[in-house]
């Protein structure tokens, strides 16, 4: 409120000057006015004179008038001026007087007309010079109002605009999630409060944001964690299965006779049972793991130059159920990490053995820099609405709620991650006649 008094306070004062200044210029237009009835007195007076000196008009040069006369005889010859104009080119007579509205007074001797006095101005100078004044005082008037217009435009720039558009940009980076830089303001200026209302909430912002990645850091932690930590009991689990399956098939062949050979069998199935259920949830605990790891930015590769017969190798030590069929691979050498290249190929045969369970078709091409290796079996595939969306993490499809296969949206994610960390790739497509995944490998 103090500034907006102080910018009225201003404007006030700059046209109170304006108005001093109009008057100072037009202050003698009163006068000015009566100007002409003080020549016509004043031309009288130089009449009176010059009858009286009519011998000698050179004691005129003692007197002063304020306007430029001359004194013509009758036979229009110049008898006596006081003007410094050079009337040698000029004719003045009683006529171009009239023509030019000059006032004049006939001169006499007795009831003799002896000659003319005529003033060398029409009687509208005074007029004039009010009119210039006028003209010059409106100008120095507007001209200080304009000034202080452009001024106070100024300072509404400065003090009003500027920091409006400070505010504008700094939401919009706000915007953008940039709030580490400052709002830039003066605390001067009418809205320095207002500004400084801004950033304080930038600052909550920054301290909230940090809060918040804090929470999502540790709750991968701990996730990582509890991944990390179920693995033993699962490992211990599958172990246990794997040693009573063991011990069960040795009852069986000894014929034990406290317990039945169907017994075993029923025993042997739990086991089996087990040992299942314990591969599906260290499969999902080794998933959940890596997908935290990838979040947490740990998720390493480390790439060495492998024989193209490693991948053979990969293939047959994840084809459980003997269901891939291979074609020759070319003789090159691969730029991959072996064990991250097993968890890829993994995840595809597994997600194949799952959705599909069908033959696995596998064949090799080379490309420019890169072996292209297809992964193609023969079950429903997947529409081709969905066919980007099934690399994204924890995507099942629309009908997975339809089904009984268990998952967590994981395999194809993490086997595309991986496959992008090798400098290479996964691409996924389906004619409805099975779902195709080609690895692009590349070359060392």
Known sequence: ????????????????????????????????????????????????????????????????????????????????????????????TVETAIQN??????????????????????????????????????????????????????YINQNVIAPFRNMKDFAGK???????????????????????????????????????LELQKKERELVASLSHDLKTPVTGIKLTAELMQMRLSVKKEQENKFISSEEIDVLSTDAEGIRQKAEQIDALVSDLFASTLDDLGEFKVTVNDEDSSVI???????????????????????????????????????????????????SYRLSEGYLEMEIKDQGPGVPSEELDLITNKFYRGKNWQDTDKDGNGLGLYIAKTLMQKMNGDLVAESDGDGLSVTLIIPLS
């Open 1 to 92: 409120m103090k500034s907006y008094i102080k910018i009225v306070a201003v404007v006030a004062l700059v046209y109170l000057i304006g108005v001093i200044l109009l008057i100072i210029f037009t202050g003698n237009l009163t006068s000015r006015n009566n100007g002409t009835k003080g020549e016509v007195s004043a031309l009288n007076d130089i009449a009176k004179t010059a009858e009286s000196n009519q011998a000698d008009l050179s004691v005129m040069d003692a007197y002063s008038y304020g306007f430029d006369y001359v004194i013509v005889d009758m036979t229009q010859d110049i008898l006596y001026t006081n003007s410094s104009r050079d009337l040698s080119k000029e004719k003045i």
């Open 101 to 154: 509205r000059y006032p004049y007074i006939y001169l006499k001797s007795g009831d003799k007309i002896w000659g003319c006095l005529i003033e060398l101005d029409d009687g509208l100078s005074s007029v004039r010079r009010i009119r210039n004044r006028f003209i010059v005082g409106i100008s120095l008037a507007g001209l200080v109002i304009i000034l202080a217009m452009a001024g106070f435009g100024l």
């Open 174 to 212: 706000v915007a953008q999630g940039n709030l580490d830089e400052p709002l830039a303001m003066d605390k001067g200026n009418m809205f320095g409060s207002f500004s400084e209302s801004f950033d304080i909430m930038r600052e909550e912002l920054a301290q909230s944001r940090k809060r918040e």
């Open 312 to 362: 053979t190798s990969l293939v047959e030590s994840y084809d459980n159920k003997k269901l891939v069929t291979t074609e020759e691979i070319p003789k090159v050498v691969l730029s991959i990490d072996k064990n991250r290249m097993g968890q890829v190929i993994g995840n595809i045969i597994s997600n194949s053995y799952k959705y599909a369970d069908t033959r696995i078709d596998i």
